[in-house]
């Protein structure tokens, strides 16, 4: 999968030490003596340049990126980066890193795919995607490690047509919303899924694959 992150603080060069294990990653940098320090100290392919800039975007390969993911200091730039790649460039799924908690509801206002503050959770959101279209890591509490998940059931998912108190779900795990044709219905022990439900699930962070197997099934590579 190809990978832009923009900003090479300790969040982007952190993710982009754990994304290029696996994947194709790009990482922009507007500061010239950080992006020299970041090309000799990481193996990815580095760029002085502003996110912020459709050219400089275009030469780190947008045109062939599935995901961008705007982790500077700046909730602005951010925002902008994310435009930009969803607006301008049609990128499937962008990620950006919310440095001010008050302006999470505006990245997503204004069509940012993901915001989220922590840098392990952005990594794995971007990693899950590689893989898991239907499974959205929403949020992951700042105390504790319980997540709360969104699952979209496809219409192959293995828990179609089956009632929640016969869904055998991972320990610790509990489902706290059913959303279908846009209205919210909180579960009961005779609920039945149906093709296309949103399910939002509380479950522990080490759970949410097998969460998502028991929902969906085997997760497919691509």
Same mark, same amino acid.
């Given at each position: 999968?190809?990978?832009?992150?923009?900003?090479?603080?300790?969040?982007?060069?952190?993710? =982009?030490?754990?994304?290029?294990?696996?994947?194709?990653?790009?990482?922009?940098? $507007?500061?010239?003596?950080?992006?020299? $320090?970041?090309?000799?100290?990481?193996?990815?392919?580095?760029?002085? !340049?502003?996110? &912020?800039?459709?050219?400089? #975007?275009?030469? %780190?390969?947008?045109? @062939? =990126?599935?995901?961008?993911?705007?982790?500077? !200091?700046?909730?602005?730039?951010? /925002?902008?980066? &994310?435009?930009?790649?969803?607006?301008? *460039?049609?990128?499937?799924?962008?990620? %950006?890193?919310? +440095?001010?908690?008050?302006?999470? @509801?505006? *990245?997503?206002?204004? !069509?940012?795919?993901?915001?989220? !503050?922590?840098?392990?959770?952005? =990594?794995?959101?971007?990693?899950?995607?590689?893989?898991?279209?239907? *499974?959205?890591? /929403? *949020?992951?509490?700042?105390?504790?490690? /319980?997540?709360?998940?969104?699952?979209? /059931?496809?219409?192959?998912?293995?828990?179609?047509?089956?009632?929640?108190?016969?869904?055998?779900?991972?320990?610790?795990?509990?489902?706290? %919303?059913?959303?279908? +044709?846009?209205?919210?219905?909180?579960?009961? %022990?005779?609920?039945?899924?149906?093709?296309?439900?949103?399910?939002? =699930?509380?479950? $522990?962070?080490?759970?949410?694959?097998? #969460?998502?197997?028991?929902?969906?099934?085997?997760?497919?590579? $691509?």
């Amino acid at each position: 999968m190809n990978i832009i992150i923009v900003g090479g603080g300790n969040v982007g060069y952190n993710l =982009a030490e754990r994304l290029s294990v696996s994947n194709y990653v790009t990482l922009i940098e $507007k500061d010239p003596e950080t992006g020299k $320090k970041l090309a000799g100290s990481i193996n990815v392919l580095v760029i002085q !340049g502003d996110g &912020c800039d459709t050219k400089t #975007l275009k030469k %780190a390969g947008i045109g @062939k =990126a599935d995901v961008v993911a705007a982790v500077t !200091g700046s909730d602005v730039d951010n /925002l902008v980066v &994310c435009q930009i790649a969803k607006d301008i *460039f049609n990128v499937n799924r962008t990620v %950006a890193k919310v +440095n001010d908690p008050r302006n999470e @509801k505006i *990245f997503y206002q204004l !069509g940012v795919d993901i915001a989220i !503050g922590s840098t392990a959770i952005i =990594a794995k959101v971007i990693e899950d995607e590689v893989s898991w279209d239907d *499974f959205i890591n /929403l *949020f992951t509490f700042k105390r504790g490690n /319980l997540s709360i998940v969104r699952v979209d /059931l496809p219409e192959n998912a293995r828990v179609i047509n089956i009632p929640v108190n016969e869904i055998d779900l991972p320990e610790d795990s509990v489902l706290v %919303a059913i959303i279908r +044709n846009g209205e919210i219905m909180i579960p009961r %022990a005779s609920s039945v899924l149906k093709e296309k439900d949103e399910v939002i =699930a509380i479950t $522990k962070v080490e759970h949410e694959s097998l #969460l998502f197997k028991t929902l969906v099934g085997e997760i497919s590579e $691509k």
